[in-house]
């Protein structure tokens, strides 16, 4: 089965039934990451439409000034939420420095949660790699899904020593650094994601809507770089993402779904 680990569904606005057919005829398992409470609660809605979507709770790094003191509030649905994310640090993309101390304070309080339920968390690490790093050790979360990491090689292979899986999406098709980092994941932490459906068009700055197959391009892409097959990729990231919720207390039903003869 291939496996999505990092999608934003609720933005497909009027390309959501396309999509969501195209997750159960192509068999895409799909996290789907929230960016706010607005997003997570159409999240939950999506969610009860097809098997393969998993929604999680999250508040994303652009997000995190709206939020910061309102945290208590956020309570009842990160405990809830099966899994944590998106969350995480961007001290590249968002310029505005006043928000860095908020983000800063709304990602600890999702890991420490994360920590406490035992939940895997989804991670946006833009130039705060190590100061994560720090927060997932002190937390002792010890499943974490990196998500498109771009930041620097010896704080990447301090990750891949504390156990964290990564996710290789689009940039992969165009970007010689993200080739090296797909080829530097060892087997055991390969995952795959598109964060669609804006990242293609972020990427290429055009309008395109990706839709959810573009994760067997990801796949071949990443199948070419570590001399491997698409067939043979997705099945490590299948297995990849098995073994992580292996003995999550919170998706014992996921799992058999994805173990399931015909997945
Ligand atoms: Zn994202």
Redesign the pocket.
């Known amino acids: 089965m291939l496996i999505d680990a990092?999608?934003?569904l609720d933005k497909y606005a009027d390309l959501l039934d396309q999509a969501l057919r195209e997750i159960d005829t192509q068999r895409i398992f799909t996290v789907a990451?929230a960016?706010d409470l607005p997003s997570y609660l159409e999240l939950q809605e999506i969610g009860k439409r097809s098997d393969l979507v998993l929604p999680t709770f999250g508040i994303?790094p652009r997000r995190a000034a709206e939020y910061a003191n309102r945290l208590p509030e956020l309570g009842r649905y990160i405990d809830m939420s099966p899994a944590i994310g998106?969350i995480g640090l961007d001290f590249h993309w968002v310029k505005d420095t006043a928000t860095y101390p908020a983000q800063r304070k709304v990602l600890e309080y999702f890991i420490a949660a994360a920590g406490e339920q035992n939940k895997f968390v989804n991670l946006?690490t833009k130039a705060g790699e190590k100061e994560i790093l720090d927060l997932l050790v002190e937390y002792n979360v010890r499943r974490a899904i990196i998500?498109?990491y771009s930041g620097p090689m010896d704080v990447l292979a301090a990750m891949i020593d504390f156990g964290c899986y990564f996710t290789i999406g689009v940039e992969v098709l165009y970007s010689d650094y993200i080739k090296e980092i797909a080829k530097t994941i060892p087997d055991h932490l390969l995952l795959t994601e598109t964060?669609n459906p804006g990242?293609l068009r972020w990427l290429k700055k055009n309008d395109e809507i990706a839709m959810p197959v573009t994760i067997k391009s990801v796949v071949k892409a990443v199948a070419e770089l570590r001399q491997s097959t698409p067939e043979r990729t997705e099945n490590l990231v299948c297995a990849n993402f098995s073994r992580m919720i292996k003995d999550d207390p919170w998706l014992s039903e996921i799992r058999n779904r994805l173990l399931a003869p015909n997945s």
């Open positions: 990092h999608v934003h990451t960016m994303h998106e946006h998500h498109w964060d990242a």
